[in-house]
T-cell receptor
Framework: AQSVAQPEDQVNVAEGNPLTVKCTYS??????LFWYVQYPNRGLQFLLKYITGDNLVKGSYGFEAEFNKSQTSFHLKKPSALVSDSALYFC????????????FGKGTRLSVIA | EAGVAQSPRYKIIEKRQSVAFWCNPISGHATLYWYQQILGQGPKLLIQFQNNGVVDDSQLPKDRFSAERLKGVDSTLKIQPAKLEDSAVYLC?????????????FGDGTRLSIL
C-alpha cells in the first residue's frame, strides 16, 4: 500500500532563511510525487511534481524539491523564506501505474517569522 | 481560467439529517475527485470519476454517501444520514485525464459541521 510520512507537524523558520519541509514515501513501483500548499479556508494549490528525470524539481513561488530514490524522500525546499509562505504543506504520492489513488501526508504547518 | 467551483462553503446540520454538496470542475477536465479532509489530516479520496463513470469509490462509505456526475461535468456528493464523524471539509478537485501524473486543481471546499 502507498503511504506518505511528513515527520514534522510544525516547522518554524526566520524570514530570509532557507526552509525545508520533509517527506518520505512508500510505493510498490515508481512514484509520482507532488507538493501542495493550503492557506486557511482554501483548497490545496499545486506547487510542483516529480514524474521522472532530473531529481531536482522546480515549482511555483521559488519552491523546489529533491527526489532521492535511495532514501525514498522528496523534501520541499526554498532558499529564502517569506512570511507569506506560512501555510500548511502536503506531500502526496501515487505509483506510476495510474491505477492507484493519490495519497496525502498529514501535512506540515510552516510558520515564517519576520 | 475559472477554477473549481464548490457550494455551499459552509453547512451546519444535525446528525441523521441529509446534506448535498455541488462541484463544477475546470472546463475540459475529464477527471473529478471528491475528498474528505478531517481536521489535522490530509485529504482522503472518497470517489474518482472519469467523465461520467466511476473509477474508484473503494473508500466511499456507500451505506450513507453517494455521488453522481451524470453528464460528465458537474457533480453532487450526498450524505444521508449524517453522523458526527462526518464533520470535515469536503474538497472537490479536477484534472485532465491521462496517466495519473497530472496535478489536481482543488476547489475551496465545503466545511460541514454536524451537531
Amino acid at each position: 500500500a502507498q503511504s506518505v510520512a511528513q515527520p514534522e507537524d510544525q516547522v518554524n523558520v526566520a524570514e530570509g532563511n532557507p526552509l525545508t519541509v520533509k517527506c518520505t514515501y512508500s510505493v510498490s513501483g515508481n512514484p509520482y510525487l507532488f507538493w501542495y500548499v493550503q492557506y486557511p479556508n482554501r483548497g490545496l494549490q499545486f506547487l510542483l511534481k516529480y514524474i521522472t528525470g532530473d531529481n531536482l524539481v522546480k515549482g511555483s513561488y521559488g519552491f523546489e524539491a529533491e527526489f532521492n530514490k535511495s532514501q525514498t524522500s522528496f523534501h520541499l525546499k526554498k532558499p529564502s523564506a517569506l512570511v507569506s509562505d506560512s501555510a500548511l504543506y502536503f506531500c502526496a504520492v501515487r505509483d506510476n501505474s495510474g491505477n492507484t489513488p493519490l495519497v496525502f501526508g498529514k501535512g506540515t504547518r510552516l510558520s515564517v517569522i519576520a | 481560467e475559472a477554477g473549481v467551483a464548490q457550494s455551499p462553503r459552509y453547512k451546519i446540520i444535525e446528525k441523521r439529517q441529509s446534506v448535498a454538496f455541488w462541484c463544477n470542475p475546470i472546463s475540459g477536465h475529464a477527471t473529478l475527485y471528491w475528498y474528505q479532509q478531517i481536521l489535522g489530516q490530509g485529504p482522503k479520496l472518497l470517489i474518482q470519476f472519469q467523465n461520467n463513470g466511476v473509477v474508484d469509490d473503494s473508500q466511499l462509505p456507500k451505506d450513507r454517501f453517494s455521488a453522481e456526475r451524470l453528464k460528465g461535468v458537474d457533480s453532487t456528493l450526498k450524505i444521508q444520514p449524517a453522523k458526527l464523524e462526518d464533520s470535515a471539509v469536503y474538497l472537490c478537485a479536477s484534472s485532465l485525464g491521462g496517466p495519473g501524473n497530472q496535478p489536481q486543481h482543488f476547489g475551496d471546499g465545503t466545511r460541514l459541521s454536524i451537531l
